[in-house]
């Protein structure tokens, strides 16, 4: 009986190896002998439902985007779909500690976020500057709540965890009590610092942060010691205690060059860095009445630029690069005790072996790029773009479009002879441009009006943990391309998917908004399956009666 | 400061502050009041007017809290913390809260869940600079409740700073108030090497149960 039982089991095991897995010489013996296979079709396209985009760009409800003048600071338009708080940047520009009790308000700022006192050389504008920044984390976890506290996304449902720099506000760091949501002062990248060339600033360091950290200026004309004798370089191990959780520091310089700079926390900078404790630090030319924007919160479009600026370009833009090794910062999100953390950050992980997954300009990866961190320009306009590569790797920048101009490397100016135009400009790690953006339509400043991407072409960088687009694209977008809530008027295909979390998260076919027969995903082969399950099946049962045919003979 | 030359005394300006962030999802409520001070601030204090449900003040409670990074001292795994963690007051009580920072960095003792059309947005809120104090008062509703009490800036609350106020007889503690609580989410704290161990020990199990199964 049992005999039988196997010889049933054998047979239905070798009926259902599919005919794919035969032989290939048996198989062309066989269509020799027969011809081939009839036809059947293969699975239908099934087509991925359900991802609802969220909305490409909200309505400006409080008119941020206008151009104003608030407490006498006038602020130019954003014409970009999000725009900074304008109250915000008249507190910077005005001084926290001097501008109107409604406008600080306002701004949610403290009153000494941002303090501005003498006019040392009796030009006009304030001399000394003393800023306050604290340290915060975006998208860290949680003992209670499944999902990261102080919410960040730098696309739809990405959100590793970040720790920037932040000037100093008043309540909560969310957008209310509902919202998970951080505030629109608490971002990626830390604010742009701006400074007259000989201002006396003093940069206090109010660590709030469960870890310990330092400012290093990099490229800022500042002593190795200050005034006391204490280290003023932010380096741990030769310069000074770091800052620990709880406590200050106050940072002094007084810088004798300008030119576009840097700055970053230099405890354990391989992880510290890399998690966004960093930001530009440009020093501006001396002027007359120089009243400048302290704080230029994520970077982007500069509203109240310098006189210097003014004197020479159209615009000013601030555009920090950085990139993300998820590994790294969701290390955060995955545990709460502060000694956890830093053993999982500083020991477990390895930056040698990184591999970058996510790539932001401006703290957003696209499409988030396209709401606050575009390049708005009209023609026949002289641009600045200030670039710091905040990565690990380098960047070959390429502008569509445009041949951009370098004026300065690393805040030096390069003699006019040297001033050399291209369409890809190479940034080492940490490394800052000043590149001139000529928008007059001669086939090599500029092709004329439209929407240009502008990205580095090493093409990972374009992708969002492999997909694309996405990463740091964003463009030079001309004004009679913006509609009138500053988002571009596109030509081609809808960008609903790259507003699903579903299209990051790789589930959504990429072309099936409009092909949808030829790129939706292909169907199960039902039959095929159902031939693997009978052949696993008979040929377990084979086992287990096999087992039993050979104990049976043997007793 | 600027302040002090406006009013020139302790409570300095009284501040209708307009929605802060865009999009706020909290503009139907009525507008918040702050009153900043010196180095920090007091919003939505009411000493005066009781919730509806209350006749009339019950009783007066008073707190002087501290704050700091030192008050994570004895509680393994946070960063800063409160002098105290449990407030419990009478029902409809007036609670005056004395709020010390004694770190050098900001620090906020903030209630959430008070009656909106009395305390906009359900806040109750103390907010003082590194170094500085603040005081400010506020009048509970007359149910058994449990409120949370918290550090909003970013990773305070998660790292140690929360507590509770419990009115009456309250409604159940807080999940992750240290000395009082345990968190929701636990870390796991087992040495490396577990896995081999656990093996070991299904492999003991098993050489037990093969040794005694003449018992069974």
Redesign the interface.
Known sequence: MRKWLLLALVVTALISVPPQWYPRTWRAQWADWFGASGYRPLPASVSVEGAVPEPAC?E???G?RDGQTIDGVSILPSPTCIADDPYAIAAFVRGT??VS??TL??S?L???AVEKGADLDGDGDPDEIHIRL?V???N?????L?EP??QYAIAPGIMPGFWTFAP?F??????????LN???S?RLPSPAIRVEQGDRIRITL?????MPHTVHLHGVDHPFVDVNGEGNDGVPFTSEIPV?????RTYEVQPRTTGTAFYHCHVQPHVHVMMGLQGLFVVEENRPNNWLQTLNVGAGHVRAPSQAVREQYDREYDLHYLEIDSDLNTRIQR??????ITQSMHRDYDITDATADYFTLNGKSFPYTFRDSLVVVEPNERVKLRVVNGGMNPIALHTHGHKVTITHRDGVASPPAARITRDVVSLAPAQRLDLLLTTTNDGINSYGSGIWLFHDHGERAVTSDGIGPGGHISAIVYEDYLGPNGWPETLGVSWDPYFTEAYYRKELPIWQAYAPNLFTDAGVDVGFLLRLIVLAASLGAIGVVGLGLLERTRA | ???AQ?AGGALL?T????????????QHDVMRH?V?QEGG?V?NANAETPPRDCEQVSTDHAFTVHA???YADGY?????GYSQREFVVEPCSRVTVTFVND????HQW?V?GLPRYLYP???F?V?A??GTSQTGSFIVPSDDRTYLVHC?????M??GMKAQLVVGRGSGDL??IPGVSR?????SYLPSGTGVLMILAAALGIALAWALRRLF
């Open positions: 909200l400006d409800l409080s941020w500690n001097n009790a409604a308000a306002a949610g403290t009153t000494d604290e915060i984390e975006l860290g976890g949680s003992p209670e499944p506290a102080a100093k008043v309540g909560m760091a969310t957008e209310n009590f509902e919202s951080a505030r629109a608490l109010e660590n709030g942060h469960y620990m959780p709880g406590a200050a545990s709460n005790d502060p000694r956890l | 400061m600027r302040f406006i300006a501040l209708v502050a307009p929605a802060l962030a865009q999009h706020d999802m909290m702050e900043m601030m919003m700091g990074a030192e393994p795994g946070t960063t800063f770190d050098d960095v900001r903030m959430h947005g359900g806040m809120h907010e600079n590194g909003d800036l970013t990773q305070h998660e790292k999940w992750a968190g929701f989410n636990r870390d």
